[in-house]
T-cell receptor, first 113, second 114 residues
Framework: ETGVTQTPRHLVMGMTNKKSLKCEQH?????MYWYKQSAKKPLELMFV???????ENNSVPSRFSPECPNSSHLFLHLHTLQPEDSALYLC????????????FGSGTRLTVV | DQQVKQNSPSLSVQEGRISILNCDYT??????FLWYKKYPAEGPTFLIS?????DKNEDGRFTVFLNKSAKHLSLHIVPSQPGDSAVYFC?????????????FGAGTQVVVTP
């Protein structure tokens, strides 16, 4: 499978639940990203991983915990979320250099109830 | 602090006419700019880009213009087609960021009417 694949596509969870979002890419990219898209807002960068190492945490609350076991896989572990965390969570990957831009997954639509 | 701004949340245009989407930025270190297109229930897909050494880049019906002095770029779609109805995101990156970390605007929803 090519491109960036995100699972699940939709997730509804209670505030006391623990769940994980998964992202997988087979493009040979070495950088992976988590973005949050809320309605009418810019895409918000959450985390950046380069060669499996986290290089950026954009002041994200600790209830979001990323994991990058290798350059092809990225997880976002969720626990004790709030209703305002409901959003579309997008994973992206890129190769070195700005000229390549990002390849995005289709996203996980998260609803916290 | 939002460094990339798309001040028009929506745009309605008639099929066959020109769509003009605008984007402003505040960071003078940005030197690479991209436009992404997003359909509902899908991730954004790359549309067109421009380097700061150019002021225009054209790809078929899509042209991006860059005005560095005004820190402004625009995307022109001509002629507009119903399949162009989507959300368009402007994004920018700094040359010093070798991994191309992108800053995005809030997006403009384009609706092309028959």
């Amino acid at each position: 499978e090519t491109g960036v694949t995100q699972t699940p596509r939709h997730l509804v969870m209670g505030m006391t639940n623990k769940k994980s979002l998964k992202c997988e890419q087979h493009l040979g990219h070495n950088a992976m990203y988590w973005y949050k898209q809320s309605a009418k807002k810019p895409l918000e960068l959450m985390f950046v991983y380069n060669f499996k190492e986290q290089t950026e945490n954009n002041s994200v609350p600790s209830r979001f915990s990323p994991e990058c076991p290798n350059s092809s896989h990225l997880f976002l572990h969720l626990h004790t979320l709030q209703p305002e965390d409901s959003a579309l969570y997008l994973c992206a990957s890129s190769g070195a250099g700005t000229i390549f831009g990002y390849t995005f997954g289709s996203g996980t639509r998260l609803t916290v109830v | 602090d939002q460094q990339v701004k798309q001040n028009s949340p929506s745009l309605s245009v008639q099929e066959g006419r020109i769509s003009i989407l605008n984007c402003d930025y505040t960071n003078s270190m940005f030197d690479y700019f991209l436009w992404y297109k997003k359909y509902p229930a899908e991730g954004p897909t790359f549309l067109i880009s421009i380097s700061s050494i150019k002021d225009k880049n054209e790809d078929g019906r899509f042209t991006v213009f860059l005005n560095k002095s005004a820190k402004h770029l625009s995307l022109h779609i001509v002629p507009s087609q119903p399949g162009d109805s989507a959300v368009y995101f402007c994004a920018a990156s700094e040359a010093t960021d070798s991994w191309g970390k992108l800053q995005f605007g809030a997006g403009t929803q384009v609706v092309v009417t028959p």
